[in-house]
């Protein structure tokens, strides 16, 4: 899978809204760009996940770059409970087959009463 | 959601036994559940990908005997630390695959913290 490249860290103020960006110059076609969290001590959560246009869930927003080469997270109102390490991971789905998520050091969201 | 369990959450043991941490998913079927290891302020690593009713595959530099992973049915996988040693102390993560259409949905369980003592 095609890495990914992320600040090591952000801060925001609380109720503000915070853009998380990911470059992917390598992104492949068939790539997926995924988005999880990970508060202290927990696993992993699914944030969001897009192939090619835009994405809004209840948690974020996702943003992808025309050529694909970059993306954002977009968490619109932020909250002492978004402070995570978030992390952009690509993943193929053209194998058809489970295959595993390669976590990147991610971003250290800090966000600020 | 899907929802994946882990057991225990926390473990405390000494140095030389052996350490059992089931990851179940509780309302879906997995027929791909993953082994992560992470350390203090690092990433997940992924140690081994385990299928249901077959042998798991390790990554390279996870010794797998000393990485026990049973997958015993499509909603249990289980991992055992064999002969623990402080240096596996660490947080264990499992996660469960779903394939919904062509793409294959990720959930991670809450995570075991394993201290050898």
């Known amino acids: 899978d095609a890495k990914t490249t992320q600040p090591n860290s952000m801060e925001s103020n609380e109720e503000e809204p915070v853009h998380l960006p990911c470059n992917h110059s390598t992104i492949s076609g068939t790539d997926y760009i995924h988005w999880y969290r990970q508060l202290p001590s927990q696993g992993p959560e699914y944030v969001i996940h897009g192939l090619t246009s835009n994405v809004n869930n209840r948690m974020a927003s996702l943003a992808i770059a025309e050529d694909r080469k970059s993306s954002t997270l977009i968490l619109h109102r932020a909250t002492l409970r978004d402070a995570a390490v978030y992390y952009c991971?690509?993943?193929?789905?053209?194998?058809?087959?489970?295959?595993?998520?390669?976590f990147g050091s991610g971003t250290q969201l800090t966000v600020l009463p | 959601g899907a929802v994946v369990s882990q057991h225990p959450s926390r473990v405390i043991c000494k140095s030389g036994t052996s350490v059992k941490i089931e990851c179940r998913s509780l309302?879906?079927?997995?027929?791909?559940m993953f082994w992560y290891r992470q350390f203090p302020k690092q990433s997940l690593m992924l140690m081994a990908t385990?299928?249901?009713?077959?042998?798991?595959?390790?990554e390279q530099g996870v010794e797998k005997d000393k990485f026990l992973i049973n997958h015993a049915s499509l909603t249990l996988s289980t991992l055992t630390v064999t002969s623990a040693h402080p240096e596996d102390s660490s947080f264990y993560i499992c996660?469960?695959?779903?394939?919904?259409?062509?793409?294959?949905?990720?959930?991670f369980g809450p995570g075991t913290r394993l201290t050898v003592l």
């Open positions: 385990s299928n249901e009713g077959s042998k798991a595959t390790y």
């Open positions: 309302d879906f079927q997995a027929t791909t």
């Open positions: 991971i690509l993943r193929d789905w053209s194998s058809g087959s489970a295959r595993q998520l390669t």
């Open positions: 996660s469960a695959s779903i394939l919904a259409g062509t793409y294959n949905e990720q959930f």
